[in-house]
Nanobody
């Protein structure tokens, strides 16, 4: 399950932007659902945004208007564009991808928003 490839995390100042790309394992036959979740220290993991195989998106209230999720079906990849970041967005971000009878989570990538 560690074959989900996440990238793009790091340290950014408040008000800044980051893009988180994620690619599904090569062995997955087709992708149904792609999402990003996050978990801050001492808190539960929360769904941030998702997109399904027909492009319907979902956003948590705490990121609406700031984050955008998109996908490249041919590359089996999903992207999370994060703008107007604030310190409360600091967390470990996880990519989640599902296919027919399959579910994969990435290992998580750190996003830190700090001046």
């Amino acid at each position: 399950q560690a074959d989900v490839v996440e990238s793009g995390g790091g340290l950014v100042q408040p008000g800044g932007s980051l893009r988180l790309p994620c690619t599904a394992p090569g062995r997955i036959s087709s992708v149904y659902f792609m999402a990003w979740a996050r978990q801050a220290p001492g808190k539960q993991r929360d769904l941030v945004a998702s997109i399904n195989n027909i492009g319907i998106t979902y956003y948590a209230d705490f990121v609406k208007g700031r984050f955008t999720i998109s996908r490249d079906a041919a590359k089996k990849s999903v992207y999370l564009d994060m703008n107007s970041l604030n310190p409360e967005d600091t967390a470990l971000y996880y990519c989640h991808i599902t296919g027919p009878g399959e579910s994969y989570w990435g290992q998580g990538i750190q996003v830190t928003v700090s001046s």
